[in-house]
């Protein structure tokens, strides 16, 4: 007889289970733990949702920029080092200068932030904010917030009764809840947001000073009040 098994997604952190695993990983101190839970909050990393912290899609854009290109330089053994160098430092143990040029222009044991720097230029920033879907729906973390690139089907290269090359199609745009959970973006509920008639126009009132109706609009960059 078969039977069913679904998988569970791991939990969501809160702030007390993303404390235990930086001390597991040894980054970070008890008095750095506050900060590094309020930077993430205020900088759009997460939000919170009831006591769990939920990943913004900005946070997945940062995230790979910082592996692909910087990934020595956050790797948790290196991060975890990098404290003990400063208690060292702080101990005299350690000359800082020293350490900071090691830090920068790299040795034996990493290669140094000067030669990411150097090549900053050689990022290709609409890949590092580019999620695949499927082979159609590639998610855009633009800088007007998350949607959605939808290919169209391909239209002939020429125009059949001219001649002429035809433009390309221009890939669809559709926009994302905002209430909508990176975790809860599946391929199926891509689809299914893709397959959705476009929100119609919907009115909110009239404005008080200028008499002119106010309507909020679902753009190519977001929704908006006109």
């Known amino acids: 007889m078969a039977h069913g098994h679904e998988t569970s997604p791991p939990p969501r952190y809160t702030e007390a289970s993303l404390v235990k695993a930086l001390e597991e990983l040894g980054i970070g101190r008890p008095s750095t733990y506050a900060s590094i839970l309020s930077t993430i909050v205020d900088r759009g990393y997460v939000s919170n949702r009831g006591n769990a912290l939920v990943p913004n899609w900005i946070a997945f854009s940062v995230v790979r920029l910082l592996e692909d290109f910087f990934g020595d330089l956050v790797a948790y053994d290196f991060t975890a080092e990098?404290?003990?160098d400063l208690d060292r430092i702080a101990d005299g143990e350690r000359d800082r200068v020293d350490w900071l040029r090691e830090f920068y222009f790299g040795d034996?044991?990493?290669p140094g932030l000067r030669g990411v720097v150097d090549n900053l230029g050689d990022i290709d920033a609409?890949?590092?904010n580019s999620i695949r879907l499927s082979d159609d729906i590639t998610l855009r973390i633009g800088r007007y917030g998350p949607y959605l690139e939808v290919a169209e089907p391909a239209a002939p290269a020429v125009d059949a009764g001219?001649?002429?090359?035809?433009?390309?199609?221009?890939p669809r745009?559709?926009?994302?809840?905002?209430?909508?959970?990176p975790d809860e973006l599946t391929e199926a509920k891509a689809r299914e947001l893709?397959?959705?008639?476009p929100q119609e126009d919907r009115v909110l009132g009239v404005h008080p000073e200028t008499g002119r109706t106010l309507v909020a609009k679902d753009g190519?960059?977001?929704?908006?009040?006109?």
């Open 108 to 110: 034996t044991g990493h």
């Open 220 to 226: 190519r960059f977001g929704p908006y009040v006109t």
């Open 173 to 181: 745009r559709v926009n994302l809840p905002p209430d909508l959970a």
């Open 194 to 197: 893709v397959a959705a008639p």
């Open 82 to 84: 990098m404290e003990n």
């Open 126 to 128: 609409r890949s590092i």
């Open 162 to 170: 001219s001649g002429e090359p035809k433009e390309a199609s221009t």
